[in-house]
């Protein structure tokens, strides 16, 4: 995750998908993981839905928070 490529220049065979990460760091030792191959445009596309989605719940919390205020 947060590891460097070496002065030795091993060859990376795979990679998490940024949208994956949060899920994939929280893993018990032991969690059995299946990986899936994806092309760099899905994973850009599942990146900008989750970013859509955070946006979204975070306006409807401010608005949520806006409303109780009112009370």
């Known amino acids: ?3 460097h490529q070496t002065i030795g220049g091993y ?3 795979a990679q998490v ?3 994956d990460l949060p899920i994939l760091a929280q893993a018990r030792p032991g969690t059995r993981v299946a ?3 994806i092309t760099y445009e899905e994973a850009q ?3 900008i839905e ?3 989605e955070w946006r979204l719940t975070d306006q409807l ?3 949520r928070l806006v409303e109780m205020g009112d009370h």
């Open 35 to 37: 990986f899936e191959r």
């Open 61 to 63: 919390i401010r608005k």
């Open 11 to 13: 060859p990376v065979i």
């Open 17 to 19: 998908a940024r949208v």
């Open 45 to 47: 596309q599942l990146f």
């Open 50 to 52: 989750q970013e859509l």
């Open 1 to 3: 995750m947060a590891d």
